[in-house]
């Protein structure tokens, strides 16, 4: 099965993923911040094959505080992404059904209130998968990294009875450095404690500052105190504020043309991990 597996992981690549690798399925069944079960989508699930695909480093580059330079470099290139590694996942799902197996591609999306309980910009479940799979490791930002592109990826991932080969983590420890606290000090919202570990030091709120486009339309760093204790999250006073600040409606413009995106990446732009 080793072979088979070294199969799949070329076809992976071949289809434009830059790297793979394979996570026991059971261990996916109630990870934490979420609910899944791998056995109601295939009832004798063995392993989940993940993979990522790198975002170009230069649309990490453009102003960060224009609507139109995010939304045509980086908004495109991030919404553009999690499309390709969705079609990945599904033609790895059809090689595998055409080998006489079973297997379901996961979405590389879930709704935006469900990823609050686990992170923002990285669905936690696929990054959960990601890390079991050997890909990465979790760092200060709450984000996943990898040793190649850092946090600076999109991943994917495909569910399957194919007894594939495990890698199971490798990265623990190795990537995100104790001393650096870079993405904590350069996070504009300050939604990052830079003396706490994961997930003791994420503010979600203040993270959704930045991600919904508050951050850009208003050109305030810090987020109001109804924003910042607005609960169950901040999600409940947006609409509120797209009502204050006008520019709401030329970002909101831009999602309908081309998908919703993170507005802000600074965490994963700044993170000097898998940066030549």
């Not at 879930?110 to 079991?132: D, F, N, T, V």
């Not at 991932?157 to 650096?180: F, H, I, R, W």
Request: proline share 9%.
């Amino acid at each position: 099965m080793e072979e088979f597996t070294e199969k799949i992981k070329e076809y992976c690549i071949e289809l434009g993923a830059g790297k793979a690798g394979v996570a026991n399925a059971e261990l996916l069944k109630n990870p934490p911040h979420q609910e899944f079960d791998p056995y109601e989508l295939i009832e004798d699930a063995k392993t989940v094959l993940s993979f990522y695909v790198p975002i170009p480093e230069g649309v990490f580059d453009i102003d960060p505080d224009s609507i139109n330079d995010v939304s045509i470099s980086r908004g495109f290139a991030y919404v553009s992404l999690e499309r390709e590694t969705d079609m990945i996942s599904n033609k790895i799902a059809r090689m595998l059904e055409k080998e006489g197996y079973r297997a379901v591609p996961l979405s590389t999306k879930i709704p935006m209130e469900l990823s609050l309980r686990g992170g923002i910009l990285q669905p936690y479940l696929q990054r959960y998968i990601a890390q079991l799979a050997g890909l990465g490791e979790e760092g200060k930002g709450n984000i996943l990294l990898t040793e190649e592109h850092g946090p600076r990826v999109i991943f994917g991932s495909v569910l399957t009875n194919a007894p594939l080969k495990v890698d199971g983590p490798k990265y623990v420890g190795k990537l995100c450095p104790e001393e650096c606290k870079i993405c904590a000090e350069e996070c504009r919202p300050r939604a990052i404690d830079p003396d706490e570990r994961p997930p003791y030091n994420f503010d979600r709120n203040r993270c959704l500052w930045g991600i919904t486009g508050a951050l850009i339309v208003s050109g305030l760093d810090e987020p109001p105190m109804d924003w910042i204790e607005a609960k169950p999250s901040a999600l409940k006073v947006l609409p509120a504020y797209k009502k204050k600040y006008p520019k709401f409606e030329r970002l909101d413009l831009w999602m309908s043309e081309i998908g919703k995106f993170p507005c802000c990446t600074t965490c994963i732009a700044v993170c000097p991990v898998g940066q030549e």
